[in-house]
Structure formats: C-alpha cells, structure tokens
C-alpha cells in the first residue's frame, strides 16, 4: 500500500506531466503557424533581443535529448521515483522546451529566409510533439514500466523505449539542419529537386523508347469491333476498363500524327539542360554562398534572392510531372503550354541566379547567358 507521500508525489508528477504536456501542444501549435507561413511576425520578446536562433536551436535540442534519455532511463528502472522524474520536467520546463520554440520564432526570414524558418519551425514543432508523446508514457501507478509499455508491440502502440528512439531522432534531426547552416539546407533541397527532375526524365526517355505493337494500327478497328460486340452483350471486361483507365500506357504511334516525337526530343533535351543548371546552381551559388545571416548594417537582399530561386526551383519538379502526363496523354496543345511553363521558369531561376553574391559577374553568369540561349530553342 502506498503511503501518503509517495501519493502525494505522484499526484504532482501527473500535476507536472499535463502542464509540460500542455505547453509542449501550445509551442508547437505557435510552430505549425510558421511553418504554414513563414513570413508569420516575430514575437515582440525577440525582435530587439540577442538570440542566436541557430545556435539555440542547436543547444536547446541537445539538452532535449540529454533529457528524455535521463526520463527514458527513470521511466524502467527500480525504484520508481516521482520526485526524479518531476526534477527532469523541471530542467527541461527551465529552458530546453522553451528554446526549441524561440530558436524558429526568432529566426528572421528577412535574415535567414523563409524556406529555413519553414525547415527549423517544422522540425522543432517534431520536438515537441514527441517529447508530449514520451511524456504520455510516464505511468500514474508508481510502477516501473515493463514489457509492451517498455518495448511496444507496434507502430501503433509505442512503448517507452521505441518513444525515446523517435525523440532522439527529431532532436538529431534539428541538429543537423542547423549544423549545415542555410547555405547546407539549401545545397541539399536542388540536390533533392535534381534528383526529381532527372527521373522525371528518364521515365520521359523510357516511355519514348518504348515500341508501339505490331497490331496498333488494327487497334481503332477492333476497338470498334469490340464496342459493337460489348454493346451487344452489354457489358466490358475488366481488361478493357483498365486499358480505358490506363490511357498512359499508349506508346507514340510509328506514323506519329500528332508529332509527339519531335516534341518529346525537343523536351528531353532541354531537360538535361536544366538538370545541368541545378547542378551548377549547387557548385558556383550555394557552395560560395556568405555565412547567414547577414551583418545586421548590411542591406544584402541575399536572402530574398534564395527565398525566390528557391521557389521556382522546388516548383519545377511538379510541372515537369506534369509535362510528362501531357506527353502520356499525347495531347500537342497541352505538352505545347507545359513546356512552355516549364522553360520560362527555368529562364527565369537562371535569371536570378546568375549574378553572384556580390553583384558583380564570372563563370557562371556567362554560362548562364548560353543556357538562356539555349533553353529558348525548340
């Protein structure tokens, strides 16, 4: 039987674990706010004062973790000790939690960039929730987990330990975004884009590649055919449903009425040219990119400038999926408008990106100029 004090402690542990769990929620329902629109105000406690968002994301992250593997430890081990536990929310409440709300709070997209701010609020709001979620796991009996409550049987039932492993992994995963620095975050994002555009391109050069039947040219006549005898019958197979539904599938024609071939050659290769942008972007831009943020007397509109090219980069991706579905479809005014739409864009993030930091112009800005040239070629 219990005693009255070790009741009473574990009633303020649980007093202690909704309070931490509440304002765990509160930060992070303040960071899903930013990451929803970066551009969201700084708090008014932080536009005058002298944090270091990066640096106290880092810190504050590190002390996170550090934390939750004392609780995680608390948590399994004899004797259970209210009082242990309630002295770790009390240090984390003392700073760690705060911190990782105030690093992505503070961190100025006029200085940073958006996209950044984006990054970091979404991944300290990860933090917080799983930190909440770790916090839920404390038990209100006294008792030691053990166990499905230490192990976990599923992705859907955490034990503690599982817990603890997913909040290290946030914690790590702040660290490392901070450690790369803004100039590293972006670098890794065109990579990413890259790697997006060239599969979009081989999935292009596949689908060209392929050969149309030796029966295509029969295939209008017996779809005919075939219509007349399901009319009849009154019914499809399931076979000629999914032909309908998978319209995608059809191959250039040999005779190619449409001149879809032409097109496609076209696209493909200016394809490779943007991929090869990207890649240039990544050695002569982003790798040479200045430390952010900027001195505060400087008037660099750098990170505005990312913010920008950032935009048409991450975007291109997703329009040349959709110049490939216009290519599938076989439509010439569609491929027509979603190429035009997507080499504009690529003009333009070459446009923006051609000068380098410094105003001046090298290498890169004249590479730039033929890439233009060359982008605007049929």
Known sequence: ???????????????????????????????????????????????????????????????VRAHATKLSLLLINEPFSASAIADVLKQLLSGPVLGVASAAQACDPARYTAFFRK????????????????????????????????????????????????????CDEVVALVGGGVGGYFVKRVEEWRDTLIDVMEELKDWGDEE????????????????ADNAQNGSTSAQDFLDDLMGSGQTIPRDDPKAIRPRLESTLRRVRLVV??????????????????????????????LDEAARVLGALPDAFGDLAAAFYDMEPAAIDRAADDCFFNAFAAG???????????DEFSEWTEKFKTEIKKS
Request: net charge negative; aromatic share 2%; proline share 9%.
């Open 119 to 170: 990054e970091l609020a979404w991944r300290s709001r990860r933090v917080l929730l799983t930190l909440g979620e770790l916090l839920g796991k404390i038990p209100k009996d006294g008792k030691p987990l053990s166990g499905v409550k230490k192990s976990g049987v599923g992705a859907d039932d955490k034990g503690s330990l599982p817990s603890t492993g997913i909040l290290w992994s946030a």
């Open 212 to 227: 149309p039947d030796d029966d295509d040219d029969n295939d209008d006549d017996s779809a005919h055919e075939a219509d």
């Open 351 to 361: 446009e923006l990106l051609s000068a380098p930091w410094d105003g001046s112009a």
């Open 1 to 63: 039987m219990a005693s009255s004090s070790d009741t009473g402690a574990l009633q303020r542990l649980e007093t202690a674990v909704t309070s931490t769990q509440a304002l765990c929620q509160q930060l992070a329902t303040s960071l899903d706010a930013i990451y929803k629109d970066p551009s969201t105000p700084l708090p008014a406690d932080t536009t005058d004062s002298k944090i270091i968002p990066l640096g106290l994301a880092r810190d504050a992250a590190t002390l």
């Open 276 to 305: 090869l942008l990207y890649q240039a972007i990544t050695k002569r831009r982003l790798k040479k990119l200045p430390p952010l943020p900027p001195p505060a007397a400087d008037s660099t509109s750098m990170p505005q400038r």
